[in-house]
Structures are given as C-alpha cells and as structure tokens.
C-alpha cells in the first residue's frame, strides 16, 4: 500500500486547508485511515482516524471541533478538513493505514502499518 498525501500549505490564523491522501493499491479494501503529525522539535502525534468500514472518526482533544476526517471509498481517498487553524498547529502532516481496527488503540504509532510521506501545514499568527 502506498500513500500519498497533498493540499499542504501556508494559511494564517483562522484559516482552513484540506488534506488529501490517496492510497495506491490493487489489494486496498478495508485499511483503516488516519493522520498524524510532527512539529520541529516534537515526537509525531495522532489527529484523526476513520474506520473504512462503517465510517467512525477519531479525534485528537486539541483538533476536535475544528478538524474533520472523511474518506471516499470508491476513490480510496480520506481527507483531513482543517478548519480554524491555529500557529501550533504547524507541522508535517503524514497519512497512515492499517487493517485490524482497535479504537482503543488508535493513537499509537506502532498499530499503524503504512506511512505516507509527510505534507507540510504551516500557520501563521
């Protein structure tokens, strides 16, 4: 499975960008999405996860309310809608997958199995 993220950017304070990712696979069906973060001097932290099958979301305190995860099956594609941005919430942005869903789980890095390559989010004040 392969990931490929896009729609990074610079945008003030207040603003909104959407992220894309794109999984690339004959064999996609059923992988689980989600995003991760990293900012300069930071460890990479979970934002957001949906559940492909049945379209659960999950999300980080510090973006609930102001982000929004969806996917569209048919092009296996999830997209982060960020809205209200605010300067921490500069970062890499790295979409991810895996299969074998536990809600409890979702925030570790270690479930999940496929990292994109990360998307630069930069905000300013």
């Known amino acids: 499975v392969q990931l490929q993220a896009s729609g990074g950017g610079s945008v003030q304070g207040g603003g909104s960008l959407r992220l894309s990712c794109a999984a690339s696979?004959?064999?996609?069906?059923?992988?689980?999405m989600g995003w991760f973060r990293q900012a300069p001097g930071k460890e990479r932290e979970f934002v957001a996860a949906i559940r492909w099958s049945g379209g659960n979301t999950y999300y980080a305190d510090s973006v609930k309310g102001r982000f929004t995860i969806s996917r569209v099956i048919a092009t296996k594609t999830v997209y982060l809608q960020m809205n209200n941005l605010k300067p921490e919430d500069t970062a890499a942005y790295y979409c991810?997958?895996?299969?074998?869903?536990?809600?409890?789980?979702?925030?570790?890095?270690?479930?999940?199995?496929?990292w994109g390559q990360g998307t630069q989010v930069t905000v300013s004040s």
């Open positions: 696979s004959r064999t996609f069906s059923n992988y689980n």
């Open positions: 991810v997958a895996q299969r074998g869903f536990i809600a409890s789980t979702v925030s570790r890095r270690d479930v999940w199995d496929y």
